[in-house]
């Protein structure tokens, strides 16, 4: 088992003084906020509702200067397979 983590901190990158996994290299923020603003149509007030949070918190998410939590991608995502 050792083995196994010893791999997950080799293939990890150091970035000012932390660990990363490199995910962060496939977060698209603009595609966020176009997928968003297609969905609903005033996606600012939508994510604020969503996420619990300002509406300029909510603004972050949607221009990408903040990743958008998991319950909010959850919810463009029940949104789009709702729709047909």
Avoid: H
């Amino acid at each position: 088992m050792s083995e196994s983590c010893g791999a997950i901190e080799r293939s990890s990158t150091k970035i000012d003084g932390s660990f990363s996994s490199g995910a962060e290299e496939n977060f698209r923020p603009w595609l966020f906020g176009a997928i968003a603003k297609i969905v609903w149509d005033k996606a600012d007030a939508a994510i604020a509702d969503i996420a619990d949070v300002s509406d300029r918190a909510a603004r972050d998410y949607l221009n990408g200067k903040v990743a958008a939590p998991a319950v909010v991608i959850a919810a463009i995502v029940v949104e789009i397979t709702r729709r047909k």
